[in-house]
């Protein structure tokens, strides 16, 4: 009875805040996906870390750029705090993950269903597009904390998407 008992218990013990994150992040991508017709994405631990290991560099460095990865890549920074007698107090979401993907998927909006183009100007929509990108399988995200209290979130996708003269779906 008590090894049962364990045994039950220990799933919802091991999945804990971050895990749904990653979780309903997961699900906005994969909802995206099901909306335009191409298969869900599989969660890689591979690119997770690699995606936390950027997340990292970035935080450190406070440099916010895209790598030279040949995986496809979207990037989120939120920063935001409230300063009460010039203290400024960080506020922090417990989804980090799940906030970007919605950020990233709110592209939609402005995307107007074409082969992508290299745009100088007008609506970023290739956050989007990389969600959704037909041949692309697998995703992982991560973020960090800098200390000056911005976080950075990285996905990665595997194959990479977003090819010039090409339709995403």
Wanted: proline residues 4%.
């Amino acid at each position: 009875m008590i090894k049962t008992l364990l045994l039950l218990l220990l799933p919802s013990l091991t999945i804990g805040q971050f895990d749904k994150d990653k979780l309903s992040a997961l699900q906005v991508h994969n909802d995206a996906r099901k909306e335009v017709g191409v298969a869900p994405l599989v969660w890689s631990e591979k690119l997770e870390e690699q995606a936390l290991n950027y997340a990292k560099q970035i935080a450190r460095t406070n440099n916010y750029k895209h790598s030279n990865t040949r995986d496809g890549e979207n990037l989120a920074m939120f920063y935001e705090y409230e300063e009460s007698n010039k203290i400024k107090t960080y506020i922090y979401s417990d989804t980090p993950l799940y906030d970007a993907s919605n950020a990233w998927y709110d592209e939609i909006k402005d995307y107007k269903y074409s082969k992508i183009k290299r745009y100088r100007v007008g609506p970023k929509i290739g956050h989007y597009t990389q969600m959704v990108w037909k041949d692309t399988k697998e995703v992982g995200v991560a973020s960090a904390i800098s200390k000056n209290g911005k976080v950075y979130v990285v996905a990665r996708y595997y194959p990479a998407g977003n090819y010039l003269g090409e339709y995403p779906y």
